[in-house]
């Protein structure tokens, strides 16, 4: 298969439609093995995927190791790589205790913390370029600065200014110098990354989870806001961390929680729709993100070769018309969503 290609922002870069997301590789939620890892990130390729993501917060430099293993034996010609900025990892030293949200399942012996600084950026790009092993890194994402992960609006209040007031300084002078090809922000919340694109120039936005199948939030202000200024999104998160892969029920999640009931419900009668056109929920998930002019990319993650070759496979059906029509008359989907007619 080849996948369609679409330009970020106003750059040079383009970025296949469908990408692979490295959270699952650096072992948060799931272990795996190095070598299983690098063969999923080899399975994408040979498939065609030609955009990958990671950064230094995934298994706390674990991601970021294992993806460059598999692409610094690629064409560096042949693919677009982004990893995230604002978090720097050092060594735990004698007698340090962890921060509480330390996680035991990182790469042993190394703990993040936040930097969104100049100085801590250029830092942080360094220490990718040598966990990667690869002298140029395509995109550079603002990681994390949003209420989901933070909980508290003064300090997320603090690092936004940090970030606009310094580490934006220094991501702009990699972009004009060449260094970096394009800039961006990741993150979950879309009303946080309309906030950063009317305060800085920026080329893309990584939104995770906020524009899917199940939840439109993105689409009145956020993603009108990007097409106006030329600025490309891709979506983290299109199956919402697991409750969109098909066969809802209670228990699935969201968010990497348990889904609440109303959420399972609704879910399951998008799925009932799929299902009476003879569509995989997880195929019209991939597949729905990508019909807004703003998306350039979808990026599920992958925990094994399996994963990877379905991801491929739901980008190929064929997805009737009436499908869409349906969810929206079921109010299961926005009405102003862009679909297919």
């Known amino acids: 298969m080849t ?70 034996e690629k064409p560096r010609g042949d693919y677009v790589l982004s990893t995230k900025i604002g978090r720097v990892m050092h060594v735990l030293g004698p007698g340090e ?48 600065v949003d209420f989901w992960t933070i909980k508290d609006r003064d300090i997320l209040d603090h690092r936004f200014k940090t970030v606009m007031d310094s580490g934006f300084r220094a991501l702009d002078e990699l972009r004009r110098a060449g260094i970096i090809g394009a800039i961006g922000v990741g993150i979950n919340e879309a009303d946080t990354s309309l906030r950063f694109i009317q305060a800085g120039d920026f080329d893309c936005m990584l939104l995770a989870g906020r524009y899917t199948l199940l939840e439109q939030g993105a689409l009145h202000e956020f993603l009108p806001e990007c097409v106006k200024r030329g600025v490309s999104v891709i979506l983290g998160g299109p199956y919402n961390s697991g409750i969109l892969t098909g066969g809802v029920k209670p228990g699935a999640t969201h968010d990497y929680v348990p889904a609440a009931a109303p959420l399972i419900e609704k879910a399951q009668k998008i799925e009932a729709v799929c299902r009476r ?54 109010k299961l989907l926005d009405i102003d969503a862009p679909t297919p007619n």
């Not at 205790?97 to 012996?109: C, K, S, T």
């Not at 703003?294 to 070769?305: D, M, N, R």
């Open 3 to 72: 996948l369609l290609k679409r330009r970020i922002g106003k750059t040079r870069l383009e970025v296949t439609t469908l990408g692979l997301g490295g959270a699952p590789m650096g072992g948060f939620r799931a272990s795996i093995t190095d070598a299983e890892a690098i063969a999923l990130t080899n399975a994408a390729f040979d498939a065609g995927v030609r955009y990958f993501d990671t950064s230094p917060f995934y298994g706390y430099g674990r991601s970021e190791l294992r993806m460059g293993a598999a692409l610094r």
């Open 97 to 144: 205790r962890p921060p509480p949200d330390f996680r035991e399942n990182g790469l042993p012996g190394f703990v993040p913390e936040f930097d969104y600084t100049y100085d801590g950026i250029m830092r942080s790009l360094e220490h990718s370029h040598l966990r990667l092993g690869l002298a140029r890194i395509d995109i550079a994402l603002v990681h994390d």
């Open 277 to 330: 056109h003879g569509v995989e929920l997880g195929a019209a998930a991939l597949q729905f993100p990508l019909f807004h002019p703003a998306l350039c990319s979808v990026i599920p993650g992958a925990l094994s070769t399996g994963e990877v070759t379905q991801n491929v496979e739901r980008m190929k059906v064929r997805i009737p018309a009436g499908l869409w029509s349906e969810l929206k008359g079921e």
